[in-house]
């Protein structure tokens, strides 16, 4: 069983950074791939991220490629996503996810409460 916490969501400007962070509890976080998806309103979750169990591979969708980066710390038990160059089309609710490695959601067993990032214009 793993335990998903997210935070470091919040308002910000167009053109703004932010970094969230999803902490978990349990000594086998290094055993699975992470995931970070977004839930638009009134649209489907979405594949934002994913790496790697040991970091070594990450993949993005097309649309927050070279402004997103994923990354993971297996002693923190913690997943990162350090977003810049924000727009306004990358405001949703986030999720980080563990499981494997996959753009698919249906891969990811365990999902965290969310995290609600607003880019204002």
């Known amino acids: 069983q793993v335990q998903l916490v997210e935070s470091g969501g919040g308002l910000v400007q167009a053109g703004g950074s932010l970094r969230l962070s999803c902490a978990a509890s349990?000594?086998?976080?290094?055993?699975?791939?992470m995931g970070w998806f977004r839930q638009a309103p009134g649209k489907e979750r979405a594949f934002v991220a994913g790496i790697s169990r040991s970091g070594g591979s990450t993949n993005y969708r097309d649309s927050v490629k070279g402004r997103f980066t994923i990354s993971r710390d297996n002693a923190k038990n913690t997943v990162y996503l350090q977003m810049n160059s924000l727009k306004p089309e990358d405001t949703a609710v986030y999720y980080c996810?563990?499981?494997?490695?996959?753009?698919?959601?249906?891969?990811?067993?365990?999902w965290g409460q969310g995290t609600q990032v607003t880019v204002s214009s």
């Open positions: 996810a563990a499981g494997q490695y996959s753009r698919s959601w249906l891969e990811y067993d365990y």
């Open positions: 349990g000594r086998t976080f290094s055993s699975y791939a």
